[in-house]
Protein backbone atom coordinates (compact mmCIF):
# COMPACT_ATOMS: atom_id res chain seq x y z
CA UNK A 1 0.00 0.00 0.00
CA UNK A 2 1.61 3.32 -1.49
CA UNK A 3 1.26 5.97 2.01
CA UNK A 4 2.99 9.16 1.64
CA UNK A 5 3.32 11.33 4.44
CA UNK A 6 4.02 15.33 4.23
CA UNK A 7 5.45 17.78 6.20
CA UNK A 8 7.81 21.12 6.48
CA UNK A 9 4.40 23.26 6.41
CA UNK A 10 3.97 26.17 9.20
CA UNK A 11 4.06 29.57 9.71
CA UNK A 12 5.97 32.22 7.72
CA UNK A 13 6.05 35.53 6.81
CA UNK A 14 5.48 37.08 3.46
CA UNK A 15 8.45 37.09 1.73
CA UNK A 16 9.45 33.89 3.29
CA UNK A 17 10.41 30.52 1.98
CA UNK A 18 9.40 27.08 2.85
CA UNK A 19 10.18 23.28 1.64
CA UNK A 20 7.74 21.28 1.77
CA UNK A 21 8.60 17.06 1.75
CA UNK A 22 6.46 14.02 0.84
CA UNK A 23 7.94 11.15 1.91
CA UNK A 24 6.68 8.07 0.03
CA UNK A 25 6.34 4.45 1.15
CA UNK A 26 5.10 1.05 -0.31
CA UNK A 27 5.87 2.07 -4.00
CA UNK A 28 9.10 3.37 -5.90
CA UNK A 29 9.13 6.97 -6.76
CA UNK A 30 10.29 6.48 -10.24
CA UNK A 31 6.78 4.75 -11.31
CA UNK A 32 4.57 7.64 -10.46
CA UNK A 33 4.31 11.07 -11.56
CA UNK A 34 4.34 13.76 -9.10
CA UNK A 35 2.40 16.83 -7.81
CA UNK A 36 1.47 19.03 -4.98
CA UNK A 37 -2.03 20.20 -4.72
CA UNK A 38 -3.30 22.44 -2.38
CA UNK A 39 -6.50 23.71 -0.63
CA UNK A 40 -7.29 27.64 0.77
CA UNK A 41 -10.04 27.42 3.60
CA UNK A 42 -13.11 27.95 1.85
CA UNK A 43 -11.61 27.27 -1.65
CA UNK A 44 -11.37 24.36 -3.86
CA UNK A 45 -8.36 22.30 -3.66
CA UNK A 46 -5.84 23.56 -6.90
CA UNK A 47 -2.63 21.74 -8.57
CA UNK A 48 0.60 23.75 -7.66
CA UNK A 49 2.38 22.13 -9.32
CA UNK A 50 3.30 18.38 -10.94
CA UNK A 51 5.06 16.45 -13.46
CA UNK A 52 3.88 14.70 -16.11
CA UNK A 53 4.77 11.14 -18.24
CA UNK A 54 6.13 13.74 -20.76
CA UNK A 55 8.88 14.77 -18.03
CA UNK A 56 7.41 18.38 -18.45
CA UNK A 57 6.63 19.91 -15.12
CA UNK A 58 3.72 22.19 -15.28
CA UNK A 59 3.39 25.12 -12.30
CA UNK A 60 -0.11 26.66 -11.28
CA UNK A 61 0.14 30.88 -13.00
CA UNK A 62 0.03 32.23 -9.58
CA UNK A 63 3.27 30.03 -8.28
CA UNK A 64 5.86 30.25 -11.56
CA UNK A 65 9.11 31.58 -10.76
CA UNK A 66 8.51 30.87 -6.71
CA UNK A 67 8.38 27.14 -6.37
CA UNK A 68 10.24 24.54 -7.75
CA UNK A 69 8.81 20.45 -7.37
CA UNK A 70 11.37 18.60 -7.46
CA UNK A 71 12.45 14.72 -6.04
CA UNK A 72 14.98 12.15 -4.94
CA UNK A 73 14.19 8.62 -5.85
CA UNK A 74 16.86 7.88 -3.81
CA UNK A 75 15.20 9.05 -0.58
CA UNK A 76 12.26 8.28 -2.16
CA UNK A 77 11.14 11.94 -1.35
CA UNK A 78 9.15 14.92 -3.20
CA UNK A 79 9.55 18.53 -2.15
CA UNK A 80 7.91 21.51 -3.12
CA UNK A 81 10.55 24.78 -2.29
CA UNK A 82 8.23 27.84 -1.92
CA UNK A 83 9.89 31.11 -1.93
CA UNK A 84 8.95 34.59 -1.79
CA UNK A 85 5.65 33.44 -0.30
CA UNK A 86 2.23 35.49 -0.26
CA UNK A 87 -0.63 35.38 2.02
CA UNK A 88 -2.62 33.84 -0.35
CA UNK A 89 -0.34 30.93 -0.62
CA UNK A 90 -2.25 29.73 2.71
CA UNK A 91 -3.34 26.52 2.94
CA UNK A 92 -3.52 23.23 3.54
CA UNK A 93 -0.71 21.53 0.99
CA UNK A 94 -1.04 17.70 -0.80
CA UNK A 95 1.18 15.30 -2.17
CA UNK A 96 -0.05 13.44 -5.27
CA UNK A 97 1.45 10.92 -7.15
CA UNK A 98 -0.10 8.87 -10.17
CA UNK A 99 1.08 5.42 -11.14
CA UNK A 100 2.62 5.67 -14.69
CA UNK A 101 1.23 2.50 -15.43
CA UNK A 102 -2.41 1.85 -14.10
CA UNK A 103 -3.30 5.93 -13.44
CA UNK A 104 -3.80 4.76 -9.38
CA UNK A 105 -4.00 8.07 -7.40
CA UNK A 106 -2.25 8.17 -4.18
CA UNK A 107 -3.09 11.55 -1.57
CA UNK A 108 -1.34 12.33 1.75
CA UNK A 109 -3.10 13.99 4.65
CA UNK A 110 -1.53 17.40 3.58
CA UNK A 111 0.24 20.03 5.72
CA UNK A 112 -0.95 23.31 6.63
CA UNK A 113 1.24 26.34 5.55
CA UNK A 114 -0.01 29.84 6.86
CA UNK A 115 1.60 33.05 5.29
CA UNK A 116 1.23 36.15 7.55
CA UNK A 117 2.57 38.96 9.37
Known amino acids: QVQLVESGGGLVQPGGSLRLSCAVSGGILAFYTMGWYRQAPGKEREEVAR???????NYADSVKGRFTISKDNAKNTVYLQMNNLKPEDTGVYYCNLVARLYGTNYWGKGTLVTVSS
Open 51 to 57: DTSGGRI
